[in-house]
């Protein structure tokens, strides 16, 4: 049983994806689309948190998704002059989705990945949604601390204290490093604050297990 789910994750890890394949399985994760529908996600107010794509390059995602094995299809009859595709999530596409969760993040996640990733972390158990939101804290820290040494650094190097004058050629990199710290310690909170809700959660499924266990 190990090797076979040994060999499962690395079959599932061969795919070399987007992040808008990556934004599509997270969608299908939730319930089969046309392809229409999933270009809706990835334009207007939505493209915030989705990777941002036209809409012939939704459908050029999914044929990829298709040959991949990630997902499938089936053919609607309609109204209009052509039949409608819905797509659906296979099982190969979910462990692809979830061995992408298990494996992330690597250097400092975009905002937009970790978007996606907030979106499929359903998909985990608390155990692993926990421990993603920490790895994901912990790199975010350990950046704010790369950022101030480098800010130290140039202040030393040009005997000058952030910010600059504004007319100092350094002026924009000091503004640049300190709205990359800002975005970071944003990062922390916000993760911080969803696994306080995933643990809260956990221990409200332990204490009913519990209660039903009196009960009996």
Request: glycine letters at 8%; hydrophobic letters at 45%.
């Given at each position: 049983m190990a090797r076979s789910t040994t060999a499962n994750r690395t079959a599932a890890a061969r795919p070399t994806m987007s992040a808008l394949g990556y934004s599509l399985l997270s969608l299908l994760a939730r319930k089969e689309r046309s392809g229409y529908e999933l270009s809706r996600f990835t334009s207007g107010p939505r493209s915030m948190i989705?990777?941002?794509?036209?809409?012939?390059?939704?459908?050029?995602?999914?044929?990829?998704?298709?040959?991949?094995?990630?997902?499938?299809?089936?053919?609607?009859?309609?109204?209009?002059?052509?039949?409608?595709?819905?797509?659906?999530?296979?099982?190969?596409?979910?462990?692809?989705?979830?061995?992408?969760?298990?494996?992330?993040?690597?250097?400092?996640?975009?905002?937009?990945?970790?978007?996606?990733?907030?979106?499929?972390?359903?998909?985990l158990p608390q155990r692993e949604a926990v421990a993603l939101l920490d790895r994901t804290i912990a790199l975010a820290e350990a950046e704010i601390h790369a950022l101030r040494a480098h800010a130290d650094y140039l202040q030393a190097e040009n005997k000058l204290r952030f910010p600059p004058p504004p007319r100092h050629p350094l002026f924009g990199t000091a503004c640049n490093i300190a709205l990359e710290i800002d975005s970071r310690r944003l990062i922390v909170a916000w993760c911080r604050r969803i696994k306080r809700q995933w643990q809260r959660a956990g221990r409200g499924r332990a204490t009913a297990a519990r209660q039903r266990r009196l009960e009996r």
């Open positions: 989705f990777a941002s794509s036209g809409h012939s390059n939704i459908y050029k995602e999914l044929a990829k998704l298709a040959a991949d094995g990630c997902v499938a299809f089936r053919v609607v009859k309609d109204a209009r002059p052509f039949d409608k595709k819905l797509y659906r999530l296979t099982p190969r596409g979910l462990a692809v989705l979830r061995t992408w969760l298990r494996g992330g993040p690597g250097a400092f996640v975009s905002r937009r990945e970790l978007n996606v990733r907030m979106h499929a972390m359903w998909l």
